[in-house]
């Protein structure tokens, strides 16, 4: 769907592309939380045992602290640029419902709808591919929806302009 909000026409950006960046910015914030907490991916029931019991609550800091760098980067990149790496990589911003960057309480907002969203298995992010401007219950909770980024106009001056002689 297209909107006309003045001089450019937003188009929302489609559940597969939004899903993408999603599974960029999880690959990379895996790769970050693994580099700084090493304990948090391995198997929890291999810790219950023997000589181990003394990492569960290590685990569970790691947790909690992989929880905080997870909202840190999305809320701080959303209310920063717009978008996270994921976002960047393919061409997609978040914004306000009318057009406008979102501040950090909105970004805080949106991850709370992330959060929620997660809560109902999933469920809350289906409206990306039914509502007509692309919104999932987290975007509707903050008032923000998705664009694709309109493509700079290209010219083709080197096409056009006659090349300097050489003699």
């Not at 990379?28 to 929890?44: A, E, K, N, V």
């Not at 911003?93 to 959060?115: C, E, Q, T």
């Amino acid at each position: 769907m297209e909107q006309d909000t003045g001089a450019y026409a937003l188009e929302y950006a489609s559940f597969w592309r939004r899903f993408a960046a999603f599974a960029v910015d999880a690959v990379l914030l895996s790769i970050i939380i693994s580099m700084i907490f090493p304990i948090h991916g391995r198997d929890l029931f291999q810790w219950f045992s023997g000589s181990h019991r003394y990492l569960v609550p290590l685990v569970s800091i790691s947790n909690f602290l992989s929880t905080l760098v997870t909202l840190a980067y999305s809320v701080v990149f959303w209310s920063w640029r717009g978008q996270t790496p994921g976002k960047l990589l393919l061409n997609i911003k978040v914004l306000r419902g009318d057009g406008s960057n979102i501040s950090f309480s909105y970004a805080l907002l949106r991850y709370l709808g992330y959060i929620i969203c997660a809560l109902t298995l999933g469920l809350g992010f289906i409206g990306i591919i039914c509502d007509n401007r692309k919104q999932g219950l987290h975007d509707k909770i903050a008032g923000t929806v998705v664009i694709k980024i309109p493509e700079p106009a290209r010219t083709d001056n080197a096409l056009t302009e006659p090349r300097p002689s050489t003699g």
